[in-house]
């Protein structure tokens, strides 16, 4: 019953591209107080059937280029999916797609590339947030307009880029130890001195940056926790066991693990377990992304929410570019859909799971 009633406390949502019923916290970042709303409705949303099919009315197909920071993670299978799925021939598309194996200068040749092949459109998912601006100024002078999905830049000039889409990362962390602060008050440890450890992501990536900033300023707010432990996983399940393993050789002494991403998160979980702590029960554990693995991790007791990032993007972006190129005004941020889970909502959401 407790963690029900935490559940449907902490059950937030952040709108694409929405700017209603948005509460905004003294950051100005917003977070909104919504009901739950399950993966079926959200992808009924996002209809792919949405977008026109440019070959009807030229024939000629439209050439995008997208270049994706990597195959880290389940997530970003997921949103190098979504995207591939919606830029086909059928939809009258031409893609052309460079996987840049998390290295920001092979992101950078793949723009210049891009311009090159003239491509309509550039979409960029770029792998941290610094050093952009010179290739964005070569694109903007080609006329060819671009689009950053998942994580930000950072730029002193808003108009190298046509838009972003992605997730409030700030929000996510805030998200995160709202979940945790009820969990503890339900528990009964609202007393207790919370030692908490951070297991971060890619560092210098937006979904790093945001994300920490959120779990710092979001704990700060209470005096119950404090961080005994930040460490980095770059995201992927090897350097997030190895990260964990490490810390443990120092200390095993801690409450709470975040850790900014599923597939770190289960090797941490590894690391946990070879150490003699029970993950879920010794640590309360709160992962971000929210794969299916890591729904049947909750099920199973092992992580105790999941903040979701998501990576379903595709039909989004489509929609802008639609819009870019008929010179629709339209808003620069575009915000992703996204909820927090436990176990409750885990048991009932894993089978419409997509990702
Ligand atoms: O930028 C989004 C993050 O990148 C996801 O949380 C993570 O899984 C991915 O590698």
Redesign the pocket.
Known sequence: MIKKICCMICILLIFAGCSADISNNDSGQSILKKEYKSIKEQRKDNKTEKNVNFSENSGELLKIGFCQ?GA??G??TAHTNSMKEIFTETNGYQLSFVDANGNKDKQIEAIRSFINEKVKAIVLAPVVEDGWDEVLKEAKSAGIPVIIV??MIKTSDDSLYACWVGSNFKAEGLNAVEWLNEYIKSNGDDNKNNKVVILR?TIG?S?ETGRTEGIYEGLEKYTRYEIVGDISGN?TKDEGKQAMEEYLKINKDFDVLFS????MTFGAIEALKDAGIKPGKDVVIIS??GVKDAFQSMIDGEINADIE?NPLQGPFVSELIQKILANENLEKIQYMYESVYDEDVAKQEIGNRVY
């Open positions: 920071v880290e993670s997530w970003r998942d994580r992501g990536a979904a995201f900014q991403n599923d597939d971000f992304d990032c």
